[in-house]
């Protein structure tokens, strides 16, 4: 159906679009914007709020980190001070805390240690050693506390942080060092000689006076100065073990023109006469002379002339009899019972050493001084003992004439004027020295350790022995060590002597006062005595015994021998009794007190020997033959 138009209603008419808006749509967009941007400007706000509190709180959280540590440093160099900071260690061992007496005490013992071992190098297939010492290197122990003590305060910064970190990680101080490279490389010289395969260096021989030159050659060796190099920072460093030297072709240290020089030097010297002059005296030393006394040695990379003054000395000894005179020690007289000190005297000596060094560098005109030369005992020394007067003295008995009577008389001798200083121990084997011939000792029959008799250099000496053994036993003074012979011997008292037998068997005794003893001693034919003169502070010695604990018969051994007639027997040895004895020797004191000192003494029983043939009727079952004592 169609509608007609009304023509009695008027249309709306047409609204004009508004300026701001086109639409109802538009606007709403428009609002919808707005809200949004309001929303997130917003949130862009609350978010801003937080970011900035955060950071106030982490800027917080830092500083009191720091504070924290900073403080933590602080009350640590607080409670340190003067010491080693804590994981602080000195050439590996730690030395936390510790103060500076006890860093240096510290140090020196490291030190000690250090120059106690010697430094290992490898060079090619060769092991070479050196201490620290021959190496040139010193260590400073003041420099070693003040190192490990400043440890961790150098830098204020870095040492904040350093609290920490050595919590687990230790801060080494190496040994502070200093090398001498000049002695450095004199170790280095003498390796490089030693190993050099084909390595020769320059030398000088000298035949009279006739001057020869040994040509250099180079060869394979260490090789320098990458070797010096490597030691040095092997010392520094405190590595002590397997040092690699590099080896290689080596050039020898002194050369054909360094050798030439040194023998251009040599000819020179032995080219004519030196002058000596002595105090107002003139020696005319023709070069035959003293060229026995030159020789040449490297140093670094010359070679050096050198004139030895003792081998000068040898060769014109002759020449300097007229100034010179030997020192005179002091000596002791003894007079009866007393004694008194015959005084020392200074000798003079011409001292070459000023002559050598004037002539190794190629003088012609030398000087040598006149000096004193102090005896090695004086006066003063010889008082100082006081040795007043005889304490002991005692006297063994032998038969005349026999070879061991020779080696008694000539250990006597050789005993005679011994000095023992206060708290010395006198030991005899060491001032006889073993026996021998040159010395004048004979061959005399000793005990073997068999029990029979033997041959033996020095036989006899033993009953020295025993005579100084029974004066010190005297004397009061301390017995140290003694052995009674295998057998008891009727010549000597019984359990109170002492065999010898070098080096294994002595006789020592101390001397334990403050004054010295002067040992004396005489001889005839049929007789020794020892005597001893000091003063042994008043002491008084008597001895009780021998008492025989034990009494070991003689056994006899039999040996068949079918070259007796039958039935009959030979004595080879006749045997000794064995004993078990004690002897007392009673010490009295000047103050009074008493001291009892037991000596227990074993000899060995000694088999009779013999020899039969028994007759082939007779049984075993017979009775024993009486043994021949």
């Known amino acids: 159906m169609t509608t007609e138009p009304n023509p009695d209603r008027t249309p709306n008419p047409p609204v004009a679009p508004d300026a701001d808006s086109t639409s109802a749509t538009p606007r709403s967009h428009s609002a919808e914007a707005r809200a949004r941007r309001a929303r997130s400007q917003a949130r862009s706000a609350r978010r801003s709020g937080h970011s900035d509190a955060e950071r106030a709180w982490l800027l917080v959280g830092i500083l009191c980190i720091a504070l924290v540590i900073v403080a933590t440093s602080v009350f640590e160099r607080l409670t340190h001070q003067g010491e080693a900071l804590p994981g602080v260690s000195l050439a590996g061992q730690d030395v ?123 060869g394979t060796s260490i090789v320098r100065p990458a070797a010096d190099d490597a030691m040095r920072e092997a010392i520094i460093a405190g590595e002590t073990n397997s040092i690699r030297l590099p080896v290689g072709e080596t050039e020898p240290v002194i050369n054909e023109a360094a050798t030439r020089q040194a023998a251009r030097k040599a000819r020179s010297l032995l080219a004519s006469p030196v002058t000596l002059t002595i105090r107002d005296a003139t020696l005319k ?81 030398v000087d040598a001084p006149v000096g004193e030369v102090a005896p090695v005992h004086d006066t003063a020394w010889a008082e100082g003992l006081h040795i007043n007067g005889l304490v ?101 008292p019984l359990g109170r002597e002492a065999t010898l037998n070098y080096p294994s068997i002595d006789n020592r005794f101390k001397n334990d006062t403050k004054n010295g003893v002067l040992i004396i001693t005489s001889f005839s034919s049929t007789s020794v005595t020892v005597s001893l003169y000091g003063d042994n502070e008043g002491r008084t010695v008597r001895a009780e015994g021998p008492n025989i604990i034990e009494t070991i018969p003689v056994v006899v051994e039999y040996t068949e021998d079918p070259t007796l007639p039958i039935g009959t027997e030979k004595e080879l040895f006749a045997g000794h009794t064995g004993y078990v004895v004690e002897n007392f020797r009673i010490i009295k004191y000047a103050d009074g007190t008493e001291k009892r000192q037991r000596f227990r003494e074993r000899y060995q029983m000694g088999k009779q020997k013999v020899a039969r043939n028994l007759d082939p009727a007779v049984t075993t079952t017979t009775a024993p033959l009486v043994p021949l004592l």
Not at 128 to 146: C, K
Not at 303 to 331: G, H, M, N, Y
Not at 405 to 411: A, F, K, P, Y
Request: net charge neutral; charged share 15%.
């Open 285 to 365: 030393l023709d070069p035959s002379s003293f060229s026995s006394a030159l020789s040449v040695r490297p140093k670094g990379r010359e070679l050096q002339l050198v004139v030895d003054p003792k081998a000068l000395r040898t060769s014109i000894a002759a020449s300097l009899v007229p100034f010179e005179t030997p020192p005179v020690e002091a000596t002791f007289a003894v007079e009866g019972s007393k004694v008194r000190v015959i005084p020392s005297a200074t000798g003079t000596v011409v001292d070459l050493a000023p002559a050598a060094k004037q002539m190794s560098g190629g003088s012609h005109n």
């Open 96 to 218: 936390s805390g510790k103060s500076a007496t006890e860093l240096l005490d510290t140090a020196r013992i490291l030190i000690a240690q250090r120059g106690s071992t010697e430094f290992a190098a490898i060079a090619g297939k060769n092991a070479l050693t050196a201490s620290p010492a021959a190496l040139g290197a010193s260590y400073d122990p003041v420099e070693a506390v003040r190192a490990s003590r400043e440890a961790g305060r150098s830098n204020p910064i870095a040492s904040i942080f350093a609290t920490f970190l050595r919590r687990g990680h230790t801060k080494n101080i190496a040994l502070p060092v200093s090398i001498d490279d000049a002695v450095l490389a004199g170790v280095l010289d003498g390796w490089q000689r030693s190993i050099g395969d084909g390595l020769v260096d320059g030398s000088l021989i000298f035949k009279g006076t006739e001057v020869i030159e040994v040509t250099p050659k180079s």
């Open 392 to 492: 002991s003295t005692y006297t063994t008995n032998h038969p005349c004439c026999m070879a061991r009577v020779t080696n008694i008389h000539t250990g006597a001798a050789a005993l005679s004027g011994a000095i023992v200083e206060p708290g010395a121990t006198f030991s005899l084997n060491n001032h006889l020295g073993q026996r021998t011939l040159d010395k004048g000792y004979v061959v005399a029959p000793a005990i073997a350790a068999d029990l029979s008799y033997e041959d033996s250099v020095g036989g006899g000496v033993s009953q020295l022995s025993t005579t100084l053994f029974n004066a010190v036993f005297f004397g009061g003074y301390q017995d140290v060590t003694h052995t009674v012979h295998s057998l008891y011997l009727s010549r000597y």
